[in-house]
């Protein structure tokens, strides 16, 4: 059964850090692009990061660019969202896709940037 499962969000006050981690089963993560996404409420869906399937190059949203690193550990079949100095606005429920052709996705985890 292919399955993507998001976790490690949850409540951080601002400049903190989370890691959030996107486990995949049913097929290889390695061999897919993953991306992260979030979707904040009432806003567009907005790319977070990607990185690309075996030689995992990566891509950032501006508004991330050097506070946020995506990586991937093949061992684990999983894929890491690393988000330090964390802000309001990065407040959003984070998905991550797995895409070669066809496409997977998560089901959410919920981050909340507040003190």
């Known amino acids: 059964q292919v399955q993507l499962v998001e976790s490690g969000g949850g409540l951080v006050q601002p400049g903190g850090s989370l890691r959030l981690s996107c486990a995949a089963s049913?097929?290889?993560?390695?061999?897919?692009?993953i991306t992260w996404y979030r979707q904040a409420p009432g806003k567009e869906r907005e790319m977070v990061a990607t990185?690309?399937?075996?030689?995992?190059?990566?891509v950032y949203a501006d508004s991330v660019k050097g506070r946020f690193t995506i990586s991937r550990d093949n061992a684990k079949n999983t894929v890491y969202l690393q988000m330090r100095s964390l802000k309001p606005e990065d407040t959003a429920v984070y998905h991550c896709?797995?895409?070669?052709?066809?496409?997977?996705w998560g089901q959410g985890t919920q981050v909340t940037v507040s003190s």
């Open positions: 896709r797995a895409a070669r052709g066809d496409s997977y």
């Open positions: 049913g097929f290889t993560v390695s061999n897919y692009a």
């Open positions: 990185i690309t399937a075996h030689g995992g190059v990566t």
